[in-house]
């Protein structure tokens, strides 16, 4: 039973940041914002995970609001391998808890 | 991160055939995974939950006479289509929850199972 909204697609110009935003207005306390992505025939990929604090890694960075009701992925430079499905998840994070995916935003960079 | 191993990445059977999907986590021990299944431009449905040394959960509408599960060790899991139709045509995919470390509850992924049921 997915909880966020994610808009359906997007646009992105090479070498610009993508930025994509995540709706999660009934997360609870003890839930983690996931994000996952899937190039076209392949199984999901993590990108960055985050509760409230802003995230950054090699891939990606992480905003979260503070009232940790959205969020915004941004990939500072997105090249052309970065065309895929991104999924936007919350859940709590243990173990056991599954991951229900939601419609995700088709992100296409063009060169 | 972890590595989870699907096998076969593809397969073709006739209507009426049963055919086998393995899920392996290469280098973690997994007493859950879980199943997904994927039709072209839709998003990941979630199956079931695969438990290691019992019966899996399945998810509702999901048929456990005709998805079986198997989890019989801490590293493998398998699904198993019974009887498949040409609906029962998807990409299967796998996953494992990292229990360790910066893993621990992050899902890997396997690179996922298409059938074609001809």
């Known amino acids: 039973d997915a909880k966020t909204t994610q808009p359906p697609s997007m646009d992105c110009a090479e070498g610009r940041a993508a930025n994509l935003p995540c709706n999660h207005s009934t997360i609870s306390g003890n839930e983690y914002v996931y994000w996952y992505r899937q190039i076209h025939s392949q199984g999901p990929q993590y990108i960055i995970h985050g509760l409230k604090n802003n995230e950054t890694n090699e891939m990606a960075s992480l905003i979260i609001t503070e009232d940790r009701k959205s969020s915004t992925l941004i990939l500072p430079h997105a090249t052309l391998r970065d065309t895929a499905v991104y999924y936007c998840?919350?859940?709590?994070?243990?173990?056991?808890?599954?991951?229900?995916f939601g419609t995700g935003t088709s992100l296409t960079v063009i060169p | 991160g972890a590595v989870v191993s699907q096998h076969p990445s593809r397969v073709i059977c006739k209507s009426g055939t049963s055919v086998k999907i393995e899920c392996r986590s290469l280098?973690?021990?997994?007493?859950?995974m879980f199943w997904y299944r994927q039709f072209p431009k839709q998003s990941l449905m979630l199956m079931a939950t695969s438990n290691e040394g019992s019966k899996a959960t399945y998810e509702q509408g999901v048929e456990k006479d005709k998805f079986l599960i198997n989890h019989a060790s801490l590293t493998l899991s398998t699904l198993t289509v019974t009887s498949a139709h040409p609906e029962d045509s998807s990409f299967y995919i796998c996953?494992?929850?990292?229990?360790?470390?910066?893993?621990?509850?992050?899902?890997?992924f396997g690179e996922g199972s298409r059938l074609t049921v001809l």
């Open positions: 280098d973690f021990q997994a007493t859950t």
């Open positions: 996953s494992a929850p990292g229990t360790s470390g910066s893993d621990a509850g992050e899902l890997f």
């Open positions: 998840i919350v859940r709590p994070r243990r173990t056991g808890n599954q991951f229900y």
